[in-house]
Structures are given as structure tokens and as C-alpha cells.
């Protein structure tokens, strides 16, 4: 079955950006499937921050979309994100998850572990 | 954008109780909704998608209802492994999360 790793530093400066990787295995990235990224801060609830399917198409949150960017490398069955401009709110335990495709979107059925990225100078 | 509204944020109820989880979305969404079960330290995990289908592997215990704006998540007897943080998501237009709600046990 199909199972997300993400990866990334931990630490990342005020103003920098972020960097993450998310890698797929047991499976395709090429599928029909979108790839999502969802943050959590400590303490709060989930954010939705944005999708890309394997041809490139993005769907970003309108609040963080000046700050995103969205990857995908299929030969490295990964995807990848980056937010530029980070302050201390961008602090947050990073989840990469699939949204399945069964004829139409049918939620996140897959999800990565998280990893935690703080800002910090 | 849409914003969604659960309720209550938080509730307590004992084993073998059924239990209501309410979420409302500010325009209609039809029936674009799932529903997650999120425990402390874990990844969420789906329950629920296209407001009432049960994704494969989740207890039969777990339902959803609801189109348009109003959608409710019901546990038909509560158990223990419930205790966790309920999220309702709407994908009509993008995605958004509502702002959960934590399940105890008495």
C-alpha cells in the first residue's frame, strides 16, 4: 500500500524559506491521484496549505498563496514544497497526504508521519 | 472561501453513548465532505468521504449524513479507542478544515 515519508529541516530562520519533500512509495505519484500538503501548528487545528497532481496542476490556499510553491518529480516518485517568507506562525508539524481519486476526490486517505519545522532565529 | 463551523468543541460522554458531531459549512458544498479521527502526536486519518461513505476499515460504529450545508458525524456507541479530535473537511471549493472537536471519555 501506498505510504509518504516527508523530509526536511527541522530549523528554519525568519524570512528563509521552507523546504519539504514528501516520498511515495508502494506506489505511483503519476496516478490519478492529487499530493496535499496540511499544517498543523502545536496546539491548533489542521490548515490546508495546497495540492498538485503529477501534471503539474496546483490548487493552493488562497492565504498562503503569494508564499507557495508546488513540485513534482516523477523520477523520484516525490513532491515537494516550499514557503518563502516564514515568521514564527509558519511553526507547525508538516503532514504530506494523498488525496485519493475513486471517479471523484474522496478525501485524504494516506498521510506521512509529520515532521515538525520551526522558525527560529 | 468557505468556513466551516463545528460543534461543540469539545464533549464528554460515556462508553456505549451515542454520540453527535455537527458541521457547518457558510455556503453549500452538496455533499463534498469528510470526515477525520485524529489522535494525539498521530497523523489524521480518514473516516468518512462524500459525507456519508465509510472509508474501507473504519468501525461501522462511525456514520455521516447530511448535503449542502449542515453535516453531522454520528458514533452510534462510543468506545474507548474513540477518544480523539474530530475534523470535518470540505473539498468543494479548495479545502478547509473546521476547527475540530475533542471527544472524552467520562
Known amino acids: 500500500q501506498v505510504q509518504l515519508q516527508e523530509s526536511g529541516p527541522g530549523l528554519v530562520k525568519p524570512s528563509g524559506t521552507l523546504s519539504l519533500t514528501c516520498a511515495v512509495s508502494?506506489?505511483?505519484?503519476?496516478?490519478?491521484?492529487?499530493w496535499s500538503w496540511v499544517r498543523q501548528p502545536p496546539g491548533k487545528g489542521l490548515e490546508w496549505i495546497g495540492e498538485i497532481h503529477h501534471s503539474g496542476s496546483t490548487n493552493y490556499n488562497p492565504s498562503l498563496k503569494s508564499r507557495i510553491t508546488m513540485s513534482v518529480d516523477k523520477s523520484k516518485n516525490q513532491f515537494s514544497l516550499k514557503l518563502s517568507s516564514v515568521t514564527a506562525a509558519d511553526t507547525a508539524v508538516y503532514y504530506c497526504?494523498?488525496?485519493?481519486?475513486?471517479?471523484?476526490?474522496?478525501?485524504?486517505?494516506?498521510w506521512g508521519q509529520g515532521t515538525t519545522v520551526t522558525v527560529f532565529s | 472561501d468557505i468556513q466551516m463551523t463545528q460543534s461543540p468543541s469539545t464533549l464528554s460522554a460515556s462508553v456505549g453513548d451515542r454520540v453527535t458531531i455537527t458541521c457547518r459549512a457558510s455556503?453549500?458544498?452538496?455533499?463534498?465532505l469528510a470526515w477525520y479521527q485524529q489522535k494525539p502526536g498521530k497523523a489524521p486519518k480518514l473516516l468518512i468521504y462524500?459525507?456519508?461513505n465509510l472509508e474501507s476499515g473504519v468501525p461501522s460504529r462511525f456514520s455521516g449524513s447530511g448535503s449542502g450545508t449542515d453535516f453531522t458525524l454520528t458514533i452510534s456507541s462510543l468506545q474507548p479507542d474513540d477518544s480523539a479530535t474530530y475534523y470535518c473537511q470540505q473539498y468543494s471549493n479548495y479545502r478547509t478544515f473546521g476547527q475540530g472537536t475533542k471527544v472524552e471519555i467520562k
Open positions: 508502494g506506489g505511483s505519484i503519476s496516478s490519478s491521484d492529487w
Open positions: 462524500k459525507a456519508s
Open positions: 497526504a494523498r488525496v485519493v481519486v475513486r471517479g471523484v476526490i474522496s478525501g485524504m486517505d494516506v
Open positions: 455556503q453549500s458544498i452538496s455533499s463534498w
